[in-house]
């Protein structure tokens, strides 16, 4: 009790002398507390003390730029009267990061990065996957009472005038500091930066918190390249053969598979029984190789990104999700645009909420005519944890292949094999899955329960295979894993030796020549399509043509940057796509008649789920789906005449309307 007491005294103590020294001589307050400050988030960041101290004597240099960031934050503090609240602020704001970076590290290995903050809303509509509700509960509290002590302490606190030219001229001191040691390992290490951004938690672990941090709030979109001009491009271009389609254009199919991953490849284990023999029969049969992805243990969206545009994200800003950046705004070239030019119709499905990583806007840009989402599904059902068993996803991309007379492109995305993994005994699910992997108890249960998930989408898989077999169509499948699973995996436990790649395979009905070999993820379309016979698009035929040359890479960030952030030379000078009018769903909602009796308003029409949300002259109602396919909603009163009532699909997180049909008239 004593030692606890004298703790605490300690404690207080030294933030009254850090109190008493800020109101004497700010500056070097600022300085002590801005180390400390770096200290404690790195001790978060990488769960290590013993890491932390390697890093400030092993990086010098990083620490140092480190702290002139974190500093830099605070010096601004001194232009305000009240400065003392606007620093504890700051210094909440730090630390704050710090814990949840730290508690992301326990269930994605990907660190905290600016990019999150865009993904925020996506990340409220999954936290509960990942966090008890008590601990969610517990954390609104603490965020309630937190709000409460800044409105207290801001009432509360000291205002004093300013000394704005020495306060000044402190920031300006800070910020050239900041400046002088961040160039400083800038230039000269172009390539040693290139090989840290590649892998974002090793540039975290080599660079620091606040530096990976500033990092990715400026560093946004694509570098123009030092030669880039119009000459450059067509220098590019007329090294390109014109392109070509194919005799036979088959039904595609992509499917991104979440998480999927052989966990054969993992060092020490045994299994009894193999969770994946569908996959692993077309492996033996079929094209197959590793496919190296942006991404490991999330990050789902990046890899979707690299493989329908043909671009590569090491180009972009470190962390950066383009699909919530550029794409927000900008159309592009992407598979889906190149197969559509021949004549083919594009579908994307996904077994989860439309509006996550903004799909609902940014598949209108990659050129998808229909996107059937979660909320267009019915018979949908749930594995333990919550996610949509991914069988569901086999009528959609069934019925989109049969929505149009000519050819079809279908890019699928599952969602089964999400985390986070379920790590305690009661997963009656992995019960009959014996698995020896560790001496960390819940991971190895953590790792059973994945397994199990893993064993029903390779299910999911033969269904598929066993339905485009039994259809009269040539088609071509393209199955693939978007990350390795969020299990605390190195490198070096694994037998390939790279947590960045994953596995594809390519099945076809057409008898198509074997044809094995690694890839990249951006390079996977291109070579998808010439082994059908087509060459058609700008990086298509760039990939096809260009890809091993010495210069492939540096003529490939030009072509990313020209499409996207430059004057569209290989264009002709504009860009010739435009978001596309995308349907959500196949198949149209549409409401068809109404009734009103005992205060239930009840609507027909036709492809209403449980996600379908009827609304009286834009008034959203309490609504469930009835046995018999139809809509209803308690309603004291009948609609007024000519009264307007539509469906709206509301989004799974219930915070978007994703469409909403055309008005029935009330009479």
């Known amino acids: 009790m004593q030692t606890e007491m004298k703790k605490e005294n300690f404690a207080v103590r030294a933030a009254r002398r850090l109190a ?233 199919v992509m499917v991104q598979l ?37 991404s490991m243990g999330a990050g789902t969206a990046n890899t979707e990104f690299e493989v329908l545009s043909g671009m590569s994200l090491d180009y972009f800003g470190m962390g950066e999700y383009p699909y919530m950046t550029v794409l927000q705004e900008e159309a592009c070239e992407t598979v889906a645009r190149d197969l559509k030019a021949m004549g083919y119709g594009a579908h994307a499905v996904h077994n989860y909420a439309g509006n996550f990583y903004s799909r609902n806007s940014v598949f209108a840009q990659l050129g998808f005519d229909t996107f059937t989402s979660l909320e267009y599904m019915n018979g949908v059902e749930y594995n333990p944890i919550g996610w949509a068993r991914d069988e569901v996803l086999l009528e959609p991309i069934l019925q989109a292949l049969d929505s149009g007379d000519g050819p079809q492109f279908v890019f699928a995305i599952t969602v089964q094999c999400h985390g986070k993994y379920q790590r305690g005994e009661d997963s009656p699910e992995a019960e009959d899955l014996a698995v020896d992997w560790t001496d960390d108890e819940e991971e190895e249960n953590a790792l059973a329960y994945y397994l199990s998930q893993l064993r029903e989408t390779d299910a999911f898989v033969g269904q598929l295979v066993q339905a485009l077999e039994r259809r009269d169509r040539p088609a071509v499948l393209v199955l693939y894993g978007d990350h390795l699973p969020n299990f605390d995996i190195g490198s070096e436990q ?38 059908i016979g087509a060459s058609v698009g700008v990086i298509c035929r760039y990939h096809q043509q260009m890809a091993g040359r010495k210069d492939y890479g540096a003529g490939l960030q030009m072509l990313e940057y020209d499409m ?19 349907r959500m769903g196949l198949e149209p909602v549409r409401v068809t008649g109404a009734a009103w009796a005992g205060g239930v308003l009840t609507a027909q029409g036709e492809n209403f789920t449980d996600w379908s949300r009827l609304a009286v002259d834009g008034e959203e109602l309490d609504t469930v789906l009835a046995a018999d396919g139809s809509l209803q909603a308690e309603l004291e009163e009948p609609p007024e005449s000519d009264a307007q009532i539509t469906v709206r699909q509301r989004s799974a997180d219930k915070t978007v309307i994703l469409s909403e049909t055309e008005p029935y008239i009330w009479e």
Not at 496 to 525: C, H, K, P
Not at 564 to 582: E, F, K, Q, R, T
């Open 564 to 582: 996207l952030y430059g004057d569209y030379y290989c264009y002709g000078g504009s860009n010739p796509y435009a978001a596309v009018p995308l």
């Open 494 to 531: 694994l037998k390939n030796g790279d947590i960045f790649q994953t596995e594809y395979v390519i099945w076809d009905n057409m008898g198509l020549e074997r044809a094995d070999g690694d890839l990249y993820a951006y390079q996977l379309s291109a070579g998808v399509l010439e082994r």
């Open 258 to 294: 979440e998480s999927f991953f052989d966990v054969r490849y993992l060092d020490d284990v045994e299994l009894e029984e193999d969770p994946i023999p569908v996959f692993r029969a077309l492996k033996e049969d079929y094209s197959t190789g590793f496919l190296t992805v942006p």
């Open 20 to 252: 008493g020294l800020y109101g004497r001589m700010p500056a070097r307050a600022s300085a002590v507390l801005a180390a400390a400050l770096v200290l404690a988030v790195e001790v978060l960041s990488r769960h290590s003390v013993v890491s932390t101290v390697l890093f400030v004597f092993c990086h010098p240099v990083h620490f140092l730029t480190n702290w002139a960031i974190v500093l830099l934050t605070l010096a601004v503090c001194l232009l305000f009267k009240r400065r003392r609240f606007l620093l504890a602020l700051v210094t909440g704001l730090w630390l704050a990061m710090g814990l949840v970076d730290f508690v992301m590290g326990f269930f994605r290995i990907t660190p905290l990065g600016t990019a999150d903050l865009l993904l925020l809303p996506s990340v409220f509509s999954i936290i509960g996957v990942y966090v008890d509700t008590w601990l969610i509960v517990l954390l609104a509290l603490a965020l309630l009472a937190g709000l409460g002590w800044l409105v207290a302490a801001f009432i509360r606190s000291e205002k004093r005038q300013p000394d704005y030219r020495r306060a000044g001229a402190f920031v300006l001191a800070c910020a050239a500091l900041t400046a002088a040691l961040y160039t400083s390992t800038v230039w000269g290490h172009e390539d040693e930066r290139a090989e840290a951004y590649a892998n974002l938690i090793d540039a975290y672990d080599h660079y620091g918190f606040a530096y990976c941090f500033w990092t990715g709030a400026f560093d946004r979109g694509i570098d123009e390249p030092e030669v880039y001009s119009e000459r450059a491009v067509e220098r590019i271009l007329d090294r390109l053969e014109p392109g070509a389609e194919p005799a036979e254009k088959p039904d595609i």
